[in-house]
């Protein structure tokens, strides 16, 4: 059963686009990358997602159930991390925290404080004493505690610092390796690729690209560099390549296609050095958005 | 409704009910400690009053009251308590659900599984509870300020107590218009203004249409709907005028339980 279903969902505010025609399935147990700039629909879909926008048109489910229609029942086991965190400024982190437990009817105490303190975070500080990066792990430790089979995390890492972030991916691997599923939004590609096992790239509100992780990076171009003496790039003018660039006597270009008709151009010539790469999710990404 | 979020509210607005309350028992008991010199001298105050032009008497609602009776002088009072309760309540009202989306904590609670209908009840509770307070303290004062001040001089307890149960209605029907009103602006930034606006605005309606005598603006305010002087001479409520305030209280509850459980909530921008 597909843990979140999302069919056709367009969203509108008022003239102004969110998303348009969202269509994508996520799976039990997977980690979902869904990537895009700023302003691509990430948090729009992760809002509608939550109930905390309504759709324009088309629908969503999460556990089988519409969002529109189930939305508590659905939240009771969903667990969400915005890209920025607020929470009530007057607050102990300890009272912020247990009053976040008190809305799932269950005894979340020895977890809030396990999560506390593997987050290293003071619990009797006051909300607004806190830096961006403390808050930011009050978000964590208030999306995690009630153990939840769902994830939202959008764009997670900002004003976390390395070690923290290292950190915050073990958690997360480890809630997965429970069973958790995750949705988890950003434009950093190289936590994308650590973490997700299958991406949905979203631009200008639109689904672009939704596959496996390796797929995206097998079945797509190669990175092709060859350094030679005297090298014209018309010796590379075949069908498939793309982006030539000449740099200090080294040819870069993308190459899709059958890469025999490279190897064979290549061996042709008298070369000093060659290397063929997949290319990383960024140059791939990039691409996207040309 | 949630017992939670109903205990959070309400602690979040302790300290604003308590202000407002010490403000309302000072105002009730420092201005009812006059009355003995007023009623002492009424002749001389009447003639005094009457030297005024007809219209601000009228303004001031001091036309149809007699200041040298508990009642009369009491509803005088009885004005200015209002004003400051329509303040307050307006206060909850914008308040109620816009504080969380201007300081976008509204993620955060909705983000729970809870229902907008659920949210939006315990919040109105809550500011219920907060108001009801208040108005359990003007009550109070208003009795002990009466007993230390009346010395000796008679009055209806039946009309006293018409005009405390009024109280109720006029916190609810600004509670309610603030939401609504709340609800129907795109984003409220910052609450003092609207609810100062909405308190002030109503009482001046009401003080104009004091001095031009019309109709009209007598439908739009609760400060003529529930009238002091008018409760104290008939010793009864305005009824129709009364029944209109309800209606209009129960539409805005209505019609915001509507807009906020199909309300997008802003994101940060």
């Known amino acids: 059963m597909s843990v979140i279903e999302v069919t056709n969902l367009t969203k509108y505010y008022g003239k102004s686009r969110g998303i348009v025609d969202v269509s994508f399935k996520e799976e039990e ?35 089988g159930k519409d969002v529109v229609t189930h939305g508590p029942e659905i939240r009771r086991d969903i667990g969400y991390l915005p890209s920025e965190v607020f929470y009530y400024e007057g607050m102990k982190v300890i009272d912020l925290l247990k009053y976040s437990a008190s809305f799932y009817g269950k005894d979340c105490t020895e977890r809030l404080h ?46 976390l610092d390395p070690l923290m972030q290292r950190k915050f991916f073990d958690l997360i691997r480890k809630e997965n390796d429970r069973g958790v599923t995750v949705f988890f939004s950003s434009h950093i590609l190289g936590e ?34 060859v350094t030679a003496a005297g090298l014209n790039p018309a010796t590379f003018d075949l069908p498939g390549v793309t982006n030539v660039q000449t740099e200090n006597g080294t040819l870069h270009f993308f190459f899709k ?34 | 409704m949630n017992a939670n979020i109903y ?69 005088f009072i009885f004005m200015f308590v209002q004003l400051c309760l329509a303040i307050q309540a307006s206060n909850y009202g914008f308040g109620l659900v816009s504080i969380e989306e201007s300081e976008l904590t509204a993620d955060f ?22 108001l009801t307070i208040t108005n359990l303290v003007v009550w109070v004062s208003s009795f002990a300020a009466i007993l230390l001040f009346r010395e000796g001089r008679e009055y209806d307890m039946p009309t006293l107590l018409l005009l405390m149960l009024s109280i109720v209605i006029f916190q609810l029907f600004f509670l309610s218009v603030g939401l609504v009103i709340s609800l129907l602006v795109k984003r409220v930034r910052s609450v003092t203004p609207y609810a100062l606006g909405l308190g002030f605005g109503m009482y001046v309606l009401s003080a104009f249409s004091g001095v031009f005598g019309e109709v009209a603006l007598e439908l739009v305010t609760p400060f003529k709907h529930l009238d002091a002087p008018y409760i104290v001479k008939h010793v009864a409520y305005n009824t129709p005028l009364v029944l209109l305030n309800v209606a209009v209280t129960i539409i805005a509850l209505a019609v915001s339980y509507w807009l906020y459980t199909r309300r997008d909530i802003p994101a940060v921008s």
């Open chain 2, 109 to 130: 609670l909705l983000s729970k599984p809870v229902s907008r209908a659920q949210v939006l009840t315990s919040k109105l509770l809550a500011a219920l509870t907060s």
């Open chain 1, 114 to 159: 396990e999560l506390s303190e593997y987050m290293e975070l003071e619990l009797n500080r006051r909300i607004s004493d806190l830096s961006y990066g403390n808050k930011k792990k009050v978000g964590i430790v208030q999306g995690l505690l009630h153990s939840p089979k769902l994830l939202f995390l959008d764009e997670p890492t900002a004003g």
């Open chain 1, 192 to 225: 994308v690729q650590r973490l997700c096992t299958r991406v949905g790239i979203i631009r200008e509100g639109k689904i672009a690209e939704i596959s496996d992780i390796r797929t995206l990076q097998q079945n797509n171009y190669k990175k092709v560099n």
């Open chain 1, 29 to 63: 147990g997977e980690i979902f990358g869904f990537i895009g700039p700023n302003g691509a629909g990430k948090s729009t879909t992760i809002r509608l997602l939550l109930s905390l926008i309504h759709p324009t048109s088309g629908s969503a489910k999460v556990f």
């Open chain 1, 257 to 290: 296609g059958d890469i025999n008709a490279v190897l064979q151009k290549i061996s042709a010539i008298q070369v000093a050095d060659v290397t063929i790469e997949e290319p990383t999710l960024e140059e791939i990404f990039m691409h996207y958005y040309e």
């Open chain 2, 7 to 75: 205990r959070h509210e309400f602690r979040f607005r302790l300290k604003s009910v308590i202000i407002w309350s010490l403000a309302l028992t000072f105002l009730i008991v420092f201005f009812f400690s006059m009355f003995p010199v007023f009623a002492d001298q009424a002749a001389l105050m009447n003639e005094f009053l009457a030297r005024y032009p007809q219209e601000l008497r009228a303004a001031f609602g001091m036309d149809n009251m007699d200041l040298s009776t508990v009642l009369g002088f009491y509803s």
